[in-house]
T-cell receptor, first 114, second 121 residues
Framework: GQQLNQSPQSMFIQEGEDVSMNCTSS?????WLWYKQDPGEGPVLLIA?????ELTSNGRLTAQFGITRKDSFLNISASIPSDVGIYFC??????????????FGKGTKLSVIP | DTEVTQTPKHLVMGMTNKKSLKCEQH?????MYWYKQKAKKPPELMFV???????INESVPSRFSPECPNSSLLNLHLHALQPEDSALYLC????????????????????FGQGTRLTVV
């Protein structure tokens, strides 16, 4: 099945620094989603990307859908303590009628040092 | 409103118990899902309902039994679970089962509930 390679696995950064994480795959995807999950809670949707090359912002967050449809990145600017959590990329396969499987990356654990 | 509500938030059950997890959404979404998440792992898909019909069962053991009474509700009935079934169980929904199937465009994004932390003793 499709696999998403998400990196880095974990990050320790100083408050105020910018953060960048990405997901790559050998498969083509139609939609890229970025979620944030706090401990013991469900994932919260941050950004959804639908078209190759699309660049979308949500406050301090910016994400892009790679032109090859095989990758996406998420940037967080001027990090703050509440950015701490696990960030997941997720997407659906490009083709396959009846395919409902949302594939997740393994996550990037972000720690922010005040 | 992008809220998916799950109850209970925590559940401890014995291996001989029968319990149910509940999920509710009022966004008019026609696709609903159950995921299982172990510690430090991404969510794993268990079941998908589209227009109240079971579309996908990811080879989940029969001790997990899903039910979709109507388009707003999704249940997961639990019976004779094992300690290794302890995990965070997540419910999710998306706007359109058709768009979800085709995996393109707005409407395919899934919204998750806060999860039920299940402990089997």
């Amino acid at each position: 099945g499709q696999q998403l390679n998400q990196s880095p696995q974990s990050m320790f950064i100083q408050e105020g620094e910018d953060v960048s994480m990405n997901c790559t795959s050998s498969s083509i995807f139609n939609t890229w989603l970025w979620y944030k999950q706090d401990p013991g809670e469900g994932p919260v949707l941050l950004i959804a990307l639908y078209k190759a090359g699309e660049l979308t912002s949500n406050g301090r967050l910016t994400a892009q859908f790679g032109i090859t449809r095989k990758d996406s990145f998420l940037n967080i600017s001027a990090s703050i303590p509440s950015d701490v959590g696990i960030y997941f990329c997720a997407c659906y396969p490009y083709s396959g009628a009846g395919s409902y499987q949302l594939t997740f990356g393994k996550g990037t654990k972000l720690s922010v040092i005040p | 409103d992008t809220e998916v509500t799950q109850t209970p938030k925590h559940l401890v059950m014995g291996m001989t118990n029968k319990k149910s997890l509940k999920c509710e959404q009022h966004m008019g979404h026609r696709a609903m899902y159950w995921y299982k998440q172990k510690a430090k792992k991404p969510p794993e898909l268990m079941f998908v309902y589209s227009y109240e019909k079971l579309s996908i069962n990811e080879s989940v053991p029969s001790r997990f039994s899903p039910e979709c009474p109507n388009s707003s509700l999704l249940n997961l009935h639990l019976h004779a679970l094992q300690p290794e079934d302890s995990a965070l169980y997540l419910c999710a929904s998306s706007r359109s089962g058709k768009n979800y199937r085709q995996g393109r465009g707005a409407g395919t994004e899934a919204f998750f509930g806060q999860g039920t932390r299940l402990t089997v003793v």
